[in-house]
Nanobody, 121 residues
Framework: VQLQASGGGLVQAGGSMRLSCAVS????????MNWFRQTPGKEREFVAG????????RYADSVKGRFTISRDASVYTVYLQMNSLKPEDTAVYYCASSAGVITSTAGAGSWGQGTLVTVSS
């Protein structure tokens, strides 16, 4: 599977932004699509995941109630709608496929290139 993330940029605290991840070459092993983020000097952390076929979702506690993951299977795209953004949400965001439920980079399959989100205070 190939993943292409887009939609990052600069936004003020309290604002919103939507990231997109275009998916191509899905296989039977790509049951879940996930968003991760990483800041310099820190490990890449799980943000949200969605089961591609049925749409069930999981979130990191730090983004629950503010971020929403969704997918549009007709255009093979996964979205991350980010509301009430905080400066601590500043990171490079990555999309990743996985065969099962994951909450860390272990078990991730393919990765897209990152897209930088900067939240100014």
């Amino acid at each position: 599977v190939q993943l292409q993330a887009s939609g990052g940029g600069l936004v003020q605290a309290g604002g919103s932004m939507r990231l997109s991840c275009a998916v191509s070459g899905l296989t039977t092993a790509d049951n879940f699509m996930n968003w991760f983020r990483q800041t310099p000097g820190k490990e890449r952390e799980f943000v949200a995941g969605i089961k591609w076929r049925e749409g069930s979702k999981r979130y990191a506690d730090s983004v629950k109630g503010r971020f929403t993951i969704s997918r549009d299977a007709s255009v093979y795209t996964v979205y991350l709608q980010m509301n009430s953004l905080k400066p601590e949400d500043t990171a490079v965001y990555y999309c990743a496929s996985s065969a099962g439920v994951i909450t860390s980079t272990a078990g991730a399959g393919s990765w897209g290139q990152g897209t930088l989100v900067t939240v100014s205070s």
